[in-house]
Nanobody, 127 residues
Framework: QVQLVESGGGLVQAGGSLRLSCAAS????????MGWFRQAPGTEREFVAA????????YYADSVKGRFTISRDNAKNTVYLQMNSLKPEDTAVYYC????????????????????WGKGTLVTVSS
């Protein structure tokens, strides 16, 4: 059974940092893209960041560009999201996602084709 388990969320003051981790199990994702999405209360889920299987290509939403960094460790089947200079508007549940068959793709403002999703970790940024 494939599982994506996020960790690292919590409460932080504006300007602070958090590092999210997503550990995958049940199959290897070392040959496909993985990413992060988020959903704030009353809003639709939005794309945050994605990374290609090799790590050479990364994609970011404009709202987090320059503040967030996505990375991965294929040996550990894990993807990370380093979040710096956090703002109250970053408050959301953050979800890890993974491509199941290599068919995902990036378009402006979104990353399509993710097949597996974690249950999310809550990030709260206080002002």
């Amino acid at each position: 059974q494939v599982q994506l388990v996020e960790s690292g969320g919590g409460l932080v003051q504006a300007g602070g940092s958090l590092r999210l981790s997503c550990a995958a199990s049940g199959r290897t994702f070392s040959t496909v893209a993985m990413g992060w999405f988020r959903q704030a209360p009353g809003t639709e889920r939005e794309f945050v960041a994605a990374i290609s299987w090799s790590g050479r290509n990364t994609y970011y939403a404009d709202s987090v560009k320059g503040r967030f960094t996505i990375s991965r460790d294929n040996a550990k089947n894990t993807v990370y999201l380093q979040m710096n200079s956090l703002k109250p508007e970053d408050t959301a549940v953050y979800y890890c996602a993974a491509d199941g068959d290599g068919s995902s793709w990036y378009a402006p403002s979104y990353y399509y084709g993710m097949d597996y999703w974690g249950k999310g970790t809550l990030v709260t940024v206080s002002s």
